[in-house]
């Protein structure tokens, strides 16, 4: 980003993390098909060392994006993609509207657009959403979280092969095609979500301390929905479980305070972000980072 003069201070980071669960069967596509994956239409991404599936962060966190934005009813006004399938977006488009807009400034605006260059408020995204892994045994001797996964006959590893027909709606022919689904039951672990706290030019961080609920609310959403293609047809829908929510205040970087745990719990609905305000707030005028 082409900024000059601005000071940007990080006060202090919120961890998220926990489990990922499949309820239902989960495609992310990957790239099309090499001589390993035997010609199957439609691959999942996979690990390319271990060749396990897994989720990129960049999937989980376009997807609590999007859901957020419709949630705020923020107009999705930029194309990402004009040719078929069409991607748009939600972009601010004054500094007013971004000061207020808990889905840019979350999740960050596009750099290098001519208009934004001269804006001087514009912080860095706060939100990074980490890669999610094929859980795995937490331990020596611990239980394999995805045994049964590791253990089924599928034809290709980890995952189960849907065929589908795609029925033409004019002349009503049946193409079938295939569609490769890591399947319900698997677990990936480690989730983390990272929201940073940042301070420009003195103004403080007090808005994206309150902001941080969003995340949260943007995770709930995307349970009721489904990550990956094929959610109008069962497929995509996840849990979250095993939550642990913690702040890191600068100092703790710094050596001088200790990390906090803000919340523990079983699944979001248990969590109370709105508890977590006055916590950090807390732990910001103790330290030294305050
Ligand atoms: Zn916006």
Known sequence: MEQTAQTIILRGKVIITGKLTLITGLHIGGAAAGLDIGGIDNPIIRHPVT???????????GKMRSLLERHLGKEANTFIQRREPVVRVHQCVSPKEY????ACQIFGLTPGDKERREWTTIKPARLLVRDVMLAKPEGPGAEDPNRALREAKTELPFTEVKWEAAIDRVTAAAVPRQNERVPAGAVFSPLELVYSLYDLDGTGSEQDIAWLKYVFKAME???????????????????????????KPRAYYEGTAEKELLGKAGNLRQLDPADYEGKIRQALSGGQGA
Do not use: Q
Not at 51 to 60: A, D, Q, T, V
Not at 99 to 102: D, G, I
């Open 99 to 102: 000061a207020e807009c808990a």
């Open 51 to 61: 060749r396990e599936p897994y989720i990129p962060g960049s999937s989980l966190r």
């Open 221 to 247: 959403l995307l349970e009721d929905d489904y990550l990956g293609g094929y959610g109008s047809r069962g497929a995509g829908k996840v849990n979250f479980t095993d939550l642990e929510v913690t702040f």
